[in-house]
């Protein structure tokens, strides 16, 4: 029945734009297009601007985040953090996939912007927004709560912590 009644409508709405156009002249048609098309251009290009080249990802990212959770808990965009953190890591010299669990660095080699950069903090933030963020990224690496190792991950979160509440905080 509710098909029925989408299609009536559809064709009422067909019959009344096409009524339309057959008593509009061909000028004004022609501008409502242009201005249309004008519209949604400024339209798609304000769009592109904000969102930048991400614009065509988010649709798809938004489809695939409920249906992926791994085990422990960790969805996908968890994981993409938790990737984007490993993969800044070893850009730095941090972090290597060879080495084993026994892992630790003294504290004095870690910066300060990497320690920004290893929270996801920004300079000049809250004591408080630096451990909340701290407590966030440790519930999802600690090496307790998952199958896999992380302990070197969580030192170093732990150190990037410390090295912040050194140097901004004291």
Not at 51 to 57: C, D, I, L
Not at 148 to 161: F, G, I, N, Y
Request: glycine share 6%; net charge positive; hydrophobic share 45%.
């Amino acid at each position: 029945m509710n098909l029925f009644l989408i299609i009536g409508i559809l064709l009422v709405v067909l019959y009344l734009l096409l009524n339309f156009f057959t008593k509009a002249s061909s000028k004004k048609i022609a501008k409502g297009i242009r201005y249309l098309i004008f519209s949604l251009g400024i339209l798609l290009a304000l769009a592109l601007f904000l969102v930048g080249r991400y614009a065509f990802s988010i649709p798809i990212l938004i489809f695939l985040l409920p249906l992926l959770k791994l085990k422990g808990g960790i969805g996908l965009f968890q994981l993409f953090q938790l990737w984007r953190l490993i993969s800044y890591l070893r850009q730095t010299g941090r972090y290597s996939f060879r080495s084993g669990p026994n892992y630790s660095k003294s504290s004095s080699n870690i910066s300060l912007d990497e320690a920004y950069n290893i929270l996801g903090c920004k300079k000049g933030c809250s004591k408080t927004e630096v451990i909340s963020k701290y407590k966030k990224i440790m519930a999802k690496l600690h090496p307790d709560r998952n199958d896999t190792d992380t302990t070197k991950l969580a030192q170093m979160v732990s150190e990037a912590k410390e090295t912040i509440l050194k140097n901004d905080f004291n």
